[in-house]
């Protein structure tokens, strides 16, 4: 259940907020006793209401009296006040990861074999979007089969974070190659054509190219790195899981594959 505690409220100033709604103007020793806030902190829990514009007083009255902001009011600039709050926390944050950033340092590749897999299209999705974003120099994608994860606008918005994962790449300088068999473009959605004129058609970095001699779905992560998914054994569109193999000698082998079908395919405009 909401509380006003939930605004950044103590326990005494919403006692003393829900009173004054329902004793209209009043003076702090009588809201005090309806209140049930000790009266050696009724004043502070005025003033500090007051502060926050819940609570209007009539000095010019003795004793002093007080009445409570419209709640519709009181709860805006509650609300308007707890917005503010978090966007000096995100600032602080974004300043304290750039510093970190700086800070810390990927330790120099390990020429050894690693692998990580996922099983199941949200984990697939996470580790997909995980592995573009390390990349540092280039992505390599290759689609030969229709695949709601990577183009239904309308599966929880998964299409939007790995092309955005794309976008973001390309922003900070990653080459881009997209390779796809050409049965699969009449299957695209119109939200990923509007995406490719407003976001990628424009970035010299980033090309995509049609081929009939496709198979398999995969993306190389820079030079090393193969992320390969597995389909489900009895549907080929459906995705079972993923694959991210760190491996030198194997990304070569791959890219190897990869480039005489890359030269030969036709480019593509949405």
Known sequence: MADLRDL?????????????????????KE?????????????D?????????????????????????EPDTALGRLLADKRRELERKADQYEEI???????????????????????????VVELL??????ADEQ?????????????EAQVDGVDSLILDELVAGLDRGVGVRLLMRPDLVPLLPAS????????????????????ENVSGTFALVDRGETAIEVPHPLDAEEVFG?????????????????????????????
Not at 31 to 43: A, N
Not at 48 to 60: K, N, W
Not at 129 to 134: F, I, P
Not at 192 to 211: C, H, K, N, P, W
């Open 242 to 270: 993923m694959i991210a193999l760190t491996d030198r000698e194997f990304a070569e082998s791959v890219r190897a594959e990869f480039e005489p079908r890359w030269e030969a395919a036709e480019s593509l405009e949405f």
């Open 139 to 151: 992505i390599v994608f290759v689609l030969s089969t229709y695949t709601e994860r990577f183009f």
């Open 45 to 69: 829990v005025l003033n500090s209401i007051e502060q926050a514009d819940m609570v209007r007083s009539q000095s010019a009255s003795r004793p002093k009296k007080y009445a409570a902001v």
């Open 192 to 211: 990923i054509g509007a995406r490719y004129r407003e976001s990628l058609s424009g970035d010299e970095g980033f090309e995509v190219r049609v081929s």
């Open 8 to 28: 950044g409220l103590s326990e005494y100033e919403a006692r003393a907020y829900r009173s004054l709604l329902k004793t209209g103007p009043t003076t702090a």
């Open 97 to 123: 990861v750039d510093e970190l950033q700086a800070e810390l340092e990927t330790a120099d590749p390990v020429e050894e074999t690693f692998w990580t897999a996922a099983i199941g299209p949200e984990e």
């Open 31 to 43: 809201l005090s006793r309806v209140s049930d806030v000790p009266m050696g902190r009724i004043y």
């Open 129 to 134: 979007v995980e592995r573009l974003a390390a």
